[in-house]
């Protein structure tokens, strides 16, 4: 471990504000990477199942 | 030499079959790596003597940087793989690849210009680097744009795969920059020959980030090249059985 406390590594030594916002802003964007495929596929996939209903009805 | 390899990926069904085979062990891969690469490089190694922790941002700019360039290369060959043999995946994975890729030049441009205002003083300088990675993001920009913009699919496949090749000329620039001209960006710390010029405590939780993240695209651009294949094939016998499954598992 390179930092003494809690405290101290939330502060990076001054650059925290600078650190934190990087990882931040690059975390949101991975995650954002993630999760809109998984609504894509699913909003397919209910798209899809409306279609089959509709189908099957008539 | 045997091309049967080659000839699979010529069938969506295969592709579709051993992708969800390779997605979960890619995910699990990109999340232990990322989980242990952002520790390590947060908490654990060493403070930089002269940027002192600020340094730590590289843990995401350069990954993000490298996967950036990557992605482009894996989208011009697969461009030319589109273009000369016509092969309809080549094409999904080039429009599925490029959103990715933008991200994260995206990631790569402002976590660096994050990290230049404590280093250099300044968030932004049109620099040969920062400037060439610039360029990289709107060819990104273009090629999304070019993709939606012509509907008929078979000449959007082929105008992407057109400027995903001539994009590439941008690659080497990148990669060169640092070398040709004056610039403020540092050269490269790893080469292929000779040593690194980081110590170990700070290059492998860099390795391993890098390929935490190479797996993560891995497993986005997957998922994604499911769906567009399941969409693109929609009339194929496989792909209304494999649709339909999935919409009854999803009911109960």
Redesign the interface.
């Known amino acids: 471990?390179?930092?003494a406390s809690f405290g101290e590594?939330l502060a990076?030594?001054?650059?925290g504000p600078?650190?934190w916002?990087?990882?931040g802003?690059?975390l949101l964007?991975?995650a954002?990477?993630?999760v809109l495929?998984?609504l894509?596929?699913?909003r397919?996939?209910?798209d899809?199942?409306r279609r089959?209903r509709r189908e099957e009805a008539k | 030499m045997n091309w049967t390899w080659f000839h699979k990926w010529g069938s969506p069904k295969w592709f579709y079959e051993m992708s969800g085979r390779w997605l979960p062990w890619l995910a699990v891969a990109a999340v232990l790596l990322l989980a242990v690469g952002l520790v390590w490089g947060l908490a654990y190694a060493p403070p930089e003597k002269y940027q002192g922790n600020s340094y730590r941002i590289i843990y995401i700019h350069v990954p993000a940087a490298f996967l950036a360039q990557s992605c482009y290369l894996m989208m011009a060959i697969a461009g030319a793989v589109g273009l000369i043999w016509k092969m309809k995946l080549a094409d999904v994975a080039l429009q599925q690849a490029a959103p990715i890729g933008a991200w994260m030049c995206f990631i790569a441009l402002v976590t660096g210009a994050i990290w230049g205002k404590p280093t250099w003083g300044t968030y932004w300088i049109w620099d040969a680097r920062l400037t060439s990675m610039l360029i990289l993001l709107f060819l990104y920009f273009g090629i999304i744009a070019l993709g939606n913009a012509i509907s008929n699919r078979d000449s959007a496949a082929k105008a992407c795969a057109v400027l995903a090749l001539v994009g590439a000329v941008n690659i080497p620039i990148i990669q060169k920059s640092v070398e040709w001209w004056n610039t403020l960006h540092q050269p490269a710390t790893f080469k292929i020959t000779g040593k690194a010029s980081m110590n170990a405590e700070m290059w492998l939780p860099l390795l391993i980030m890098v390929l935490g993240f190479y797996c993560f695209f891995g497993a986005v651009l997957l998922m994604r090249m499911r769906l567009e294949v399941l969409r693109r094939e929609a009339r194929a016998r496989w792909v209304k059985d494999e649709v339909a499954g999935l919409v009854k598992a999803g009911s109960k």
Request: proline content about 3%; hydrophobic content about 50%; cysteine-free.
């Open positions: 471990m390179s930092f590594f990076m030594g001054n650059h600078y650190v916002s990087a990882y802003i690059s964007v991975l954002l990477n993630v495929p998984i894509a596929r699913r397919y996939l209910q899809e199942a089959l």
